[in-house]
């Protein structure tokens, strides 16, 4: 397949990769709210060692908390796709909810030429692009959209704001690139969680949860760390107390990571 074109007056849609756009690496950095990012990164942990199966809903409404924004959504490309119905949104939270389990066409898309590029990028969508779709959304006048990858599925996360022209900035970037990862994660999850109701050899099954906890190590140790960096703050703080009481999750989910480690993998 050629590259994809995307041409804002035809469609609506603007996407420019954010690794070249400086006027985006300009971008002053904004203030956050400790409190609501020590909230999405608990219940993100919550979700992990006790309710999986709403790890992605978690993971979106956690991207909400964590970023300041409006809507945050994660497509996945259908297998059985149609031009018509090719990205499916299984999670959404914010302005967006309402979109839930929305199809959405292959062309024109931003998700396919965020995965196309296979780069983070910056994306507003006009209200032509709803014209086109034939339905009533508010714009997005600022948005990151990250691609996200694991075997032979793959999708998108993004955020977005509907009225503030600049509401994302480089550590924004950043926090977005640690849930893309847990985006992979939480689909890898549930599908091997699917695949073990199905499995009959207990070293099979052990397998793939030693595979699984791989995959979810790197991320967890990026929001380990800011967590840690929450704890420094002054003994009394709310950032501080709130930190203090989420360890205990985060801690009981590096154990069970460390406990799937070590777990005898299947041969070949």
């Keep these: 397949m050629g590259t994809l074109s995307i041409d804002v007056q035809d469609t609506g849609l603007e996407v420019i990769d954010l690794l070249d756009d400086p006027a985006f690496a300009a971008r002053r950095i904004h203030s956050r709210d400790a409190l609501a990012q020590m909230a999405g990164l608990r219940r993100l942990a919550h979700a992990f060692t006790e309710h999986p199966e709403t790890i992605l809903q978690e993971l979106v409404s956690a991207a909400v908390d964590l970023c300041g924004a409006d809507s945050a959504a994660i497509s996945v490309v259908k297998e059985d796709g149609t031009d018509a ?65 694991l075997d032979n599925v793959q999708g998108t996360i993004f955020v977005m704001a509907h009225s503030r022209a600049q509401a994302f900035d480089s550590e924004d970037l950043r926090m977005m690139e640690t849930l893309a990862d847990f985006a992979a994660m939480a689909m890898l999850q549930l599908r091997q969680r699917t695949q073990l109701l199905n499995q009959a050899s207990s ?34 703080s709310a950032v501080h107390t709130l930190a203090t009481e989420l360890a205990p999750d985060f801690n009981r989910l590096s154990t069970l990571v460390q406990k799937l480690l070590a777990l005898p993998r299947a041969k070949p």
């Excluded at 070293?203 to 790197?218: D, F, G, P, R, V």
């Design 203 to 236: 070293t099979a099954a052990a397998s793939m949860a030693n595979e699984l906890a791989h995959q979810i190590n790197n991320p967890l140790q990026a929001l380990t760390n800011q967590l840690f960096l929450a704890q420094q703050q002054p003994v009394g």
């Design 85 to 149: 119905e090719f990205y499916h949104w299984v999670a959404s939270a914010g302005v967006y909810a309402g979109f839930l389990n929305a199809m959405l066409p292959r062309y024109p898309s931003a998700c396919g030429v965020c995965l196309e590029r296979n780069r983070p990028q910056h994306i507003r969508v006009l209200p032509k692009f709803f014209e086109i779709l034939g339905v009533e959304a508010p714009p997005v006048t600022d948005g990151l959209l990250l691609p996200w990858r």
